[in-house]
């Protein structure tokens, strides 16, 4: 029986002979992910400039971004990008989904194209967008004039849409508070939907491709309606996708940097600055002249602080409701 | 399915078959919808890319590029751009476009014709060192790609057919790691960097991201599905560990090393904000960040910046048409969507 002892052990290995394999990816997954994380904590209670460490200044970051208005404010604008992305992006892949899925011919054609902006990069993605959102020169504002309508700044404008909107139809007054998001930030959060949409969409079809057709014929035998058997079969044996969908948008879409960057900002991060999300308050209080690293750091722990909470809240919420 | 198809068949509702007809016309015509909303941008961005920039300011934008032409000589064409029209008289302003005067011609001798400027691309080329950003990148895609295949194979190895203290634990670790969003440990990351001497280096731009954790958990799971007993009797005919997974392991997994290679090369070309914060000269500036500087210098035309946004994006636009189908697959498992 010596050859089954040795295969023994063959397969418990001592762990120097583990290590060894472990070791290169260990190597970098400690020094570039682990030890960032873990010192970004520990950042966020120094001075940090230039990339040096200079002095220990406790909870005072803390305290300065609790006080800083900007910071609220780039909260916020996150906030309404997040809010509007992810339900319009997972409404409309739901939808070009679910009609995908009813035996289209050429399906493969309608998926590809879909999914090519996916494939491209943000740089020239926003690059582009960039100039049909331009202002006089257009492709949007052409077509807009075209159909009768007046021309928009797009992202130079940095009213708030609901403003817009009520001086439009011929209100002097409208509250500030209520402004809601710029025009400038709309037109970015239609990029992120125009990218994003075809990976939703490929997830989703997927998704869909899983259900059994049992349940589409049982469903049908017993005569239910197209739309009782999308609120009954359909969404409740894709809720586990869904929840999927969800989650990695929103992740996503609290990240949100390059398009901002390129689109609206710099110097000051949108017209008037009001596309200024959290990421780009974090890259310019830590890279730009006279950043402070620290303070960035305690930056980037907040955000990671409701990515994370938003993240467990969500399972906990949808959990629920999701059939497994 | 055949039975569904019977029902749909005795369906006795009248009419039904024309509210079918009609459903299908209205899909088509949404899901085409869809087509021309996704294809108008990039097809804005060659047509942009191929005109002069004189065509760019003209409004109404022309869908083809279209240059104006006026006969100097017999047979001979001089391309002109246009500087006013005067409808009474039935005359036209022309300044040639190579050298000349700027003088008023008879509408009827103006012709238009359609002008493709594959120039713009050479120019842009020109305007910014975009060689040097383009072998920047593909190096640096190479490096990653060798890279992340030789760690993630090792690993996952050792993950799915080693048994060793802290196994599990380890790899629960390594993958937490993939819940932390890039902006959390890019400050960090900047001043290790730093300490090490590495910013504005390859390095910078390879190292840190040779490991890659959700293709380890990839390949540790696949290697999980091969049999114990393949093991068993490869090690017992005296095959070493070693070349149990170069020969037996590694040619078996190859669908899930395919998706590897696609979403990092996919991942590393488009990645933006790590080379923006890590890169500051041209010497090692990746195509990405050229790109965002090229288009954010003041005076930058657009023709020239959609001619340097569409070089940049070809070489992963024309993998995909050749290979959509893999790339899709790869990139929706990968969950990479930025």
Same mark, same amino acid.
């Given at each position: 029986m010596s050859w089954l002892s040795t295969l023994r052990r063959r397969r418990f290995v001592d762990p120097l002979t583990a290590a060894l394999y472990l070791v290169p990816a260990g190597v970098v997954i400690v020094i570039f992910r682990m030890l960032p994380i873990a010192s970004a904590f520990f950042l966020s209670f120094f001075d940090v400039k230039m990339g040096r460490i200079r002095g220990f200044v406790g909870l005072a970051h803390y305290a300065k971004l609790g006080a800083d208005p900007t910071f609220w404010n780039s909260l916020g604008t996150t906030a309404y990008y997040v809010a509007g992305v992810v339900p319009v992006s997972l409404f409309l892949a739901l939808l070009a989904a679910v009609v995908l899925n009813?035996? $289209?011919?050429?399906l493969g054609f309608y998926r590809t194209v879909y999914f090519l902006p996916v494939v491209t990069s943000l740089v020239a993605v926003s690059m582009v967008w960039k100039w049909i959102f331009h202002p006089r020169l257009g492709l949007l504002n052409y077509l807009l004039e075209r159909l009768g309508g007046g021309s928009l700044l797009w992202? #130079?404008?940095?009213?708030g849409i609901f403003e817009m909107a009520a001086t439009a139809v011929g209100w002097q007054w409208w509250p500030d508070g209520l402004a809601g998001p710029s025009l400038a930030l709309i037109a970015v959060m239609i990029v992120a939907i125009w990218r994003g949409i075809g990976y939703n969409i490929v997830i989703f079809l997927a998704g869909l491709q899983n259900i059994p057709d049992q349940y589409y014929e049982a469903a049908k035998i017993d005569g239910a309606s197209t739309m009782q058997i999308f609120r009954r079969v359909t969404w409740p044996l894709l809720s586990p996708t869904t929840f999927y969908v969800l989650l990695s948008t929103t992740i996503v879409s609290f990240q949100v940097f390059t398009q901002i960057y390129l689109m609206t900002g710099p110097p000051v991060g949108g017209p008037m600055g009001t596309t200024k999300v959290i990421v780009y308050y974090l890259f310019e209080r830590g890279f730009d002249a006279g950043g402070n690293m620290g303070f960035a750091s305690a930056v980037a722990l907040v955000l990671f602080a409701i990515i994370l909470s938003l993240t467990l809240f969500q399972r906990r919420i949808v959990e629920r409701r999701v059939y497994y | 399915m055949e039975a569904a198809a019977t029902i749909r068949g005795n #369906?006795?509702?009248?009419g039904y078959r024309a509210r079918r007809i009609l459903g299908r016309g209205g899909v088509y015509a949404a899901l085409w919808i869809g087509v021309i909303l996704m294809t108008v941008p990039f097809l804005w961005m060659l047509t942009t890319s191929l005109k002069s920039p004189i065509e760019i300011l003209e409004?109404?934008?022309?869908?083809v590029p279209t240059g104006h032409f006026v006969e100097a000589a017999p047979g001979v064409w001089d391309e002109v751009y $246009?500087?006013?029209?005067d409808a009474a008289a039935g005359t036209v302003t022309v300044r040639p476009i190579v050298g000349g005067l700027q003088r008023a011609v008879d509408e009827s001798l103006v012709r238009d014709r359609i002008r493709l400027r594959f120039e713009n691309y050479a120019e842009a080329w020109r305007q910014a060192p975009f060689a040097r950003y383009y072998v920047n990148t593909i190096f640096v895609t190479i490096c990653v790609v060798a890279g992340v295949l030789v760690t993630s194979s090792l690993a996952a190895y050792a993950f799915a057919r080693m048994k060793f203290w802290g196994r599990d634990n380890i790899f629960v670790l390594f993958l937490s790691m993939m819940m932390v969003p890039q902006p959390v440990y890019i400050v960090p990351s900047y001043i290790i960097l730093v300490k090490l001497g590495w910013i504005d280096t390859y390095q910078a731009l390879i190292v840190p991201w040779l490991a890659h954790v959700f293709s380890i958990f990839l390949l540790r799971q696949h290697f999980k599905t091969i049999p114990n007993d393949l093991y068993d009797a490869a090690i017992i005919d005296g095959c070493s560990r070693f070349a149990f997974l170069w020969r037996v392991m590694l040619p078996l997994s190859k669908a899930i090393l395919v998706a590897v290679v696609i979403f990092t090369i996919v991942g590393t070309w488009n990645s933006f904000l790590w080379p923006l914060v890590m890169t500051n000269t041209p010497e090692v500036r990746p195509l990405q960040v050229g790109l965002a500087r090229f288009s954010q210098e003041?005076?930058?035309s657009h023709e020239l910046m959609m001619a340097a946004a569409t070089f940049s994006i070809a070489p992963l636009i024309a993998a995909y048409f050749f290979a959509q189908k893999h790339i899709i697959q790869s990139l929706a498992t990968s969950g990479m969507k930025t």
């Open positions: 009813r035996k $289209i011919r050429a992202l #130079d404008e940095p009213h | #369906d006795p509702h009248t409004f109404p934008p022309t869908w $246009i500087v006013s029209r003041q005076g930058t």
